[in-house]
């Protein structure tokens, strides 16, 4: 009697740790060849403009509550020195006044897995920081957990104009102003 009693109890109680959020704090797991790819995703007229800036350093913070990823601006490349500098200008992304685009999000809103191989998949909801406005952003993620911590890999949609960021031209030829990022990130769990 006393096990039929206590299985419902222990069942939801198991299933409550396996998403609920852990009490570790992330922080980017440098020991990873590349801890971080992240991806800034433009597009304009086919086959004429379209920009994917990639970068590779980020900063993770995790205060319990709120995970929040900052990517330094001035290390994300284009592949073209040029338009790195013209875009990190005070005209567009003004990476002196503003040096980082920060990704924030719930840590309860993201189901945690707890044995090593195993992967969640799901959306939460984030906000988005650039250019000194933030906005609301829905995250597509995946995590799987790994021996030292997680593979976090996400995604989202966001929109310049809401960010206060002109619009990108050259020649008369410029990107729209609904982008995306994606990324994948390892990061390590510390007590």
């Given at each position: 009697m006393r096990s039929s009693v206590l299985r419902p109890v222990l069942v939801a109680a198991l299933s409550l740790l396996s998403t609920a959020a852990f009490a570790g704090t992330l922080h980017l797991d440098a020991k990873q060849p590349k801890p971080a790819?992240?991806?800034?995703?433009?597009?304009?007229?086919t086959g004429a403009l379209d920009i994917d800036a990639v970068g590779t350093q980020a900063v993770v913070t995790d205060d319990g509550t709120t995970v929040k990823i900052a990517v330094p601006l001035a290390t994300v490349k284009t592949g073209i020195d040029e338009r790195d500098e013209h875009m990190c200008s005070a005209k567009y992304v003004d990476c002196a006044t503003y040096p980082d685009m920060v990704l924030s999000f719930a840590k309860a809103d993201v189901h945690w897995p707890t044995e090593v191989g195993k992967s969640e998949t799901g959306t939460a909801a984030?906000?988005?920081?650039?250019?000194?406005?933030?906005?609301?952003?829905?995250?597509?993620?995946?995590?799987?957990?790994?021996?030292?911590?997680?593979?976090?890999?996400?995604?989202?949609?966001?929109?310049?104009?809401?960010?206060?960021?002109?619009?990108?031209?050259?020649?008369?030829v410029g990107v729209d102003h609904n982008q995306s990022a994606k990324a994948t990130i390892f990061v390590t769990e510390e007590p």
């Open positions: 790819d992240i991806h800034f995703l433009a597009s304009g007229t984030g906000t988005f920081t650039g250019h000194g406005k933030t906005m609301p952003v829905s995250v597509k993620y995946t995590v799987q957990r790994t021996k030292p911590g997680f593979k976090i890999k996400g995604e989202f949609s966001y929109d310049t104009d809401k960010l206060g960021i002109a619009a990108v031209t050259y020649m008369g």
